[in-house]
């Protein structure tokens, strides 16, 4: 997207004004400099609405307490978006602070309470047990997240004992979303029977499992430095971030979808339909499929490229020739076309699931209140 920037839409040299219109040329934050500001508005007002209701409500639950402390980095960090540091190791020494502690502490403790007040919601779990679980996972995902950072910091110029301190912490960070797969599982058997949102309490759990998998297992595999030498930057780190990412918040956020359209269509009624199976299996095996072929073509592109050809510009040429590579990324592609399939039964299903079903309000237990 830079470089299409810089070639199709921006001529001559780089200039104050393309920063705030155009681009601001760093990957992951190359929004220019009006769409920051517009994001970071809207955490400021997110974390206002959250305060105030919390304010409003005179109530303060555990779940609440850890969102309103978790937003505070969770702005801060972003201010990191607007940096114009010169020096090339100093500007990703930060911007790490940025991609990294969001993806892998603020926004991981988020959707810990997500996880957390789904399962009040949908289970009616008691607030206690859920609440306990998630101070548990906070504390883990800060203490392995934070220094686990350290695994951006390995070829970029820093010094040398970020290889060990990112490599020993990268490999804690699976143990919280372990943690947190191991609190749905638990809920899930206490309170099978109380199921009343099968779609929301499933994508829950392909929350829980996707995340310890694609960020947990998937990002392990690549963060150790006797690994990352020949991995980073390679189709395996594709891999990695489309699991991870799907995993920790695609998932999670088409389940609290599904637990809003049930609040508006179905009261506390059952909610079901046959279309959001099939959209679960296509996106999940697409999702898959995509993440594995990835995978494939990664560990050939760090054999034959990195490991074998020594990351020259004829290593990279051969490497993209072999049948691995190609049939890996040939994969891909019909993997995201059964992705794209399950989005749009999942839209048809949005549209669908609960409308003139409405069902007599059931009681909620007071726990799962709030």
């Known amino acids: 997207a830079v470089a299409a920037t810089l070639i199709f839409v921006q001529y001559g040299g780089t200039s104050a004004a393309s920063l705030w219109l155009i681009n601001q040329g760093r990957k992951f934050v190359e929004a220019p400099r009006w769409a920051c500001v517009l994001i970071a508005a809207v955490l400021v007002l997110f974390g206002v609405n959250v305060v105030a209701t919390a304010l409003r409500a005179r109530r303060m639950t555990g779940i609440l307490a850890v969102l309103i402390a978790d937003l505070i980095?969770?702005?801060?960090?972003?201010?990191?978006?607007?940096?114009?540091?010169?020096?090339?190791?100093?500007?990703?020494?930060?911007?790490?602070?940025l991609i990294h502690l969001w993806v892998e502490a603020t926004w991981e403790v988020f959707i810990g309470c997500v996880l957390a007040w789904s399962l009040l919601h949908l289970l009616g779990a008691?607030?206690?047990?859920?609440?306990?679980?998630?101070?548990?996972?906070?504390?883990?995902?800060?203490?392995?997240?934070?220094?686990?950072?350290?695994?951006?910091?390995?070829?970029?110029?820093?010094?040398?004992?970020?290889?060990?301190?990112?490599?020993?912490?990268?490999?804690?960070?699976?143990?919280?979303?372990?943690?947190?797969?191991?609190?749905?599982?638990?809920?899930?058997?206490?309170?099978?029977?109380?199921?009343?949102?099968?779609?929301?309490?499933?994508?829950?759990?392909?929350?829980?499992?996707?995340?310890?998998?694609?960020?947990?297992?998937?990002?392990?595999?690549?963060?150790?430095?006797?690994?990352?030498?020949?991995?980073?930057?390679?189709?395996?780190?594709?891999?990695?971030?489309?699991?991870?990412?799907?995993?920790?918040?695609?998932?999670?956020?088409?389940?609290?979808?599904?637990?809003v359209l049930q609040k508006i269509r179905a009261g506390r009624g059952d909610f079901e339909s046959q279309a959001w199976k099939w959209a679960f299996a296509l996106l999940n095996i697409g999702l898959v499929g995509m993440s594995s072929a990835l995978l494939i073509a990664g560990m050939s592109q760090a054999f034959y490229e990195r490991a074998i050809g020594g990351s020259t510009f004829q290593a990279f040429l051969t490497a993209q020739a072999n049948r691995w590579m190609r049939e890996g990324l040939q994969a891909r592609v019909l993997f995201g076309l059964v992705f794209a399939l399950g989005y749009f039964v999942l839209l048809y299903d949005f549209w669908k699931i609960g409308k003139g079903r409405r069902a007599p309000e059931i009681p909620v237990r007071k726990e799962a209140s709030g």
């Open 73 to 97: 980095p969770l702005i801060v960090l972003f201010l990191n978006a607007f940096s114009a540091e010169p020096n090339l190791s100093k500007d990703l020494f930060w911007w790490w602070w």
């Open 126 to 259: 008691s607030r206690a047990i859920v609440e306990s679980w998630l101070y548990v996972e906070v504390a883990m995902v800060l203490g392995t997240g934070i220094l686990g950072l350290g695994h951006h910091y390995f070829w970029i110029g820093t010094p040398s004992y970020w290889l060990g301190i990112g490599g020993f912490f990268s490999a804690l960070e699976p143990l919280p979303l372990l943690g947190m797969v191991i609190h749905a599982i638990y809920d899930a058997g206490a309170h099978r029977h109380q199921i009343l949102n099968r779609p929301a309490f499933a994508w829950l759990l392909a929350e829980a499992f996707g995340n310890f998998l694609g960020a947990g297992v998937w990002g392990f595999m690549m963060t150790l430095p006797q690994i990352n030498l020949f991995a980073h930057g390679t189709q395996w780190t594709a891999s990695h971030s489309h699991f991870a990412f799907w995993g920790a918040y695609g998932c999670a956020v088409i389940s609290v979808i599904y637990l």
